[in-house]
């Protein structure tokens, strides 16, 4: 199930794109984020449990998907698909993100998610970029982010050489 998240993001991704989003970027490992003038604003959130049993593994996948911008003091800017341009109605939304995530998530069944990392990284809002890694308990690790692996791990380029970080509790930054 490595790199699940990251690949219902790309698929996500794609279908806002079809319904006219321009500016959708990701962040990994579980964000959508909208670009504008340099900027980024956070659009969506994945959220991926896993339960297993004796019949196997099931993914339960969460998407959070912000129509309209939200009011209030937030701790990070967000965005609407309104400002993306989307201009259809929440149905067509809706059947656009299950037909994508239908198609990403046959791929993922097949080949894992290193069939789509490059495909990814094209989206990915920090590649080839100084970023900072902020985890609870841990010192901030600084680097430049090269992307990810073939399992959905992050790389980053640090003063140590290229580090792998696994999802976790971790806050991607831009440095």
């Not at 964000?31 to 003038?37: A, I, Y």
């Not at 912000?66 to 003091?73: H, I, M, S, T, Y």
Request: net charge negative.
């Amino acid at each position: 199930m490595s790199g699940l998240s990251l690949a219902v993001g790309l698929g996500l991704a794609q279908a806002l794109e079809k319904l006219g989003a321009a500016g959708v970027r990701l962040k990994w490992p579980n964000d959508v984020l909208l670009e504008s003038g340099g900027a980024f604003a956070k659009l969506a959130g994945i959220l991926i449990e896993l339960s297993s049993d004796r019949r196997g593994t099931q993914a339960i996948i969460g998407l959070g998907l912000n129509l309209d911008a939200p009011e209030g003091d937030l701790p990070q800017p967000a965005a609407g698909l309104k400002q993306a341009g989307v201009q259809v109605g929440r149905h067509e939304v809706l059947a656009a993100i299950l037909a994508s995530l239908a198609d990403a998530l046959d791929a993922f069944a097949v080949e894992g998610f290193a069939g789509k990392k490059s495909e990814w990284q094209r989206y990915h809002a920090w590649q080839d970029q100084l970023v900072q890694l902020l985890g609870d308990n841990a010192e901030p690790l600084s680097g430049r982010c090269l992307g990810v692996d073939e399992d959905g791990s992050l790389l980053l380029e640090t003063d140590h050489g290229v580090e792998r970080v696994f999802s976790g509790d971790v806050s991607l930054r831009r440095a």
